[in-house]
């Protein structure tokens, strides 16, 4: 299975967005520059880090990029079982799956980086890394150190972030080097996130919440507040209000994501901080970052495999969608072509109301019978296991696929034979 991991707050950099200026998934950030009414082009392309470093426009630049990264996935047919997302991350698992629209998670997002920079600005607050201390000693360290810190993100065995005042945080450092702490990093912020001190923040976030709609989620969303999935649409205003005072249970969530299923882990979006927490908690399972056209090969490659589809059994090249949906899948690796005689539903459809010539061989979509040949990709030929009626092409013509990706999808029911 095909998990998604989205990136949070740090990972942005200048320049983030040019390797995909000439990608059509580019088309992206024109449309989230309309909803969010600022020219987005500028932050992902020309911005230096003092305009990026910001709360407000950290988010937003990372959460567009990583909507980017995953047009792009969802362009080579690639669709997810699973997704997880590390703080301001979690707002882009959630449009990946299906839980939360383009335009609302903007919304969101423009409103949570707002109101994270004006808590910071009542509290004044900081961050710092620990590495070489476990989970139970980096609490005890905070204990110690009394009141003004947490810990704040759970990112791996032997990693945590700890976050508070100034004062509290440089307490609890020095308790936890004394507790064994190989290293103490501070972090670039100004604001005590994941803490009670982010409390106005959520109030506010909390009032921007009501305001949108959410829906069930697709396919599983593991949260940061309990590494837990939560299926109802009614679960995810709470959980988010929630997230900005609790600490991130990122390892956790990536072992629930492992528990689910997940064979390869895919980051989106700017950095690769995740990656590397993937492949220190779950070093068996198979880890991609995608910040570049260029490694959707990888990603490519890296679900091929049969095992990542669907538990698709290596004989029988087809998956049940609904009683009466079915997808082909291919039986190798290479370049698609798919058969130009044949029309789907929607291609024939279109055609109809618009009085154009349709695709294919006449006006009507067409009809397939268990082993009719739709396509080829290199050398082998994609052949349907399933009789019924031929509704969209999931693959572009010339588009790479693996094998086992599904490449078209057809409907079996009440068809005419």
Known sequence: MLALTFPGQGSQRSGMGRPWVDHPSWEVVAEASEYAGRDLAHLLLDAPMEELTPTANAQLSTFVLSLVVLDAVERV??????????????????????ALSFADGIRLVLERGTAMARAAELEVGTMAAL???????????????????????????????????????????AEAKSLGARKVMPLPVSGAFHTPLMAPARDQLAAAIDLVSFHRPEVPVVANVDAETHDGAHDWPGILAAQLCSPVQWHRSLERLGGLGATVVAELGPG???????????????????????????????????????????AHQGEHLYTSERVIVSPAAGVFEPDGALAPLEESALAE??????????????????????????????RTPFDGLLVRWLAMRGERVGEGQPVAWIRTEGRAR
């Open 272 to 314: 690769g901080v995740l990656t590397g927490l993937m492949k220190r908690t779950l070093p068996d399972v198979r880890a991609v970052s995608v910040t570049s056209p260029d490694d959707l090969d990888t990603l490519m490659d890296a679900v091929a495999g049969p095992e990542v589809w669907n538990h698709r059994s290596p």
């Open 353 to 382: 109301a618009t009085g154009s010539p349709s695709a294919g061989n006449g006006s009507s979509a067409s009809l397939l019978s268990v082993g009719d040949r739709v396509g080829g990709v290199g050398a082998s030929d994609v």
């Open 131 to 173: 590495l070489g201390i476990s989970d139970a000693d980096a609490a005890e360290a905070c204990r110690r150190a009394g009141d003004g810190v947490w810990v704040a993100n759970y990112n791996a065995r032997g990693q945590v972030v700890l976050s508070g005042t100034p004062d509290g945080v440089a307490a609890a450092a």
């Open 77 to 98: 047919g690639l669709a997810p079982g699973a997704c997880a997302g590390h703080s301001l991350g979690e707002y882009t698992a959630l449009v990946a799956a299906g």
